[in-house]
């Protein structure tokens, strides 16, 4: 598990506020590392489509609300309790079920958010890294949440032709929804992955149809890149 600097985000502006992440992203990079979302990305899914349709909350329009994170990252992030004060016992239980919790300390009389991992141990955005517990002997939180793999169905996407149009298209579009933070079960994007590689980079898709209508806008598809590890990128672009 890795965790964001926040520090490195000095120009991008947090949620719908006008404080930056490099200020005040400390809980928005402790969420990208549990769940392991980009800090970018994962800031774009929680805005949603306004103020009142998203995540982020407060007179700053930045604060995070804990009861949408399920809907503003297509269920891979679900919110249990927010507990206040220090209770060792139900933050260590966390840690246990989960890997982690996060919780709230004091830094400079600042409250501040990291990630405990047990052992002592946490990670923390102001750093970017591993640090022990000690250095923030005041705990005034914490937040027990849970990450699954996706909830994006594939039911729609398993065994199609790869020589027929309007199945390759279904299968650009589930790239682009990827690429754009919604995720499926591992099994279910391998076998993806798998029939994609048969395409050759999708040779066959820019034969038929190098266009696909997603969310309203027209996409170029350039073809697919799939790494050794099967990871696999489109590259695409809005065509104008």
């Not at 966390?94 to 991992?117: M, P, R």
């Not at 199945?167 to 994007?189: C, F, H, T």
Request: aromatic share 10%; charged share 25%; proline share 2%.
């Amino acid at each position: 598990m890795k965790i964001a600097n926040q520090n490195n985000y000095p120009n991008d502006l947090l949620g719908y506020g006008t404080g930056t992440i490099k200020s005040w992203g400390c809980t928005l990079a402790s969420l990208g590392s549990i769940s392991n979302i980009e800090i970018l990305k994962l800031n774009g899914l929680l805005k949603g489509s306004s103020f009142s349709n998203s995540a982020f909350a407060g007179s700053t329009k930045n604060l995070i609300n804990w009861t949408q994170l399920n809907k503003y990252t297509n269920g891979v992030i679900t919110h249990i309790w927010r507990g206040y004060g220090y209770d060792s016992t139900k933050i260590n239980e966390a840690i246990s079920k989960h890997g982690f919790c996060l919780v709230e300390v004091l830094n400079g009389g600042t409250k501040h958010w990291i990630v405990a991992i047990g052992n002592q141990k946490a990670l923390d955005p102001l750093t970017g890294g591993e640090i022990p517990t000690s250095k923030y002997p005041y705990w005034t939180g914490w937040s027990e949440l849970k990450v699954v793999e996706g909830e994006t169905d594939m039911t729609e996407y398993k065994g199609y032709d790869l020589d027929n149009k309007e199945s390759m298209k279904v299968a650009i579009d589930l790239l682009i929804r990827v690429q754009n933070g919604e995720y499926v079960k591992k099994e279910d994007y391998k076998i993806l992955v798998e029939q994609l590689k048969d395409c050759q980079k999708l040779e066959k898709i820019t034969k038929i149809d190098s266009e696909v209508k997603v969310a309203e806008k027209t996409w170029e598809i350039n073809g697919v890149q799939v790494d050794s590890d099967g990871k696999t990128t489109a590259n695409y672009t809005i065509k104008k």
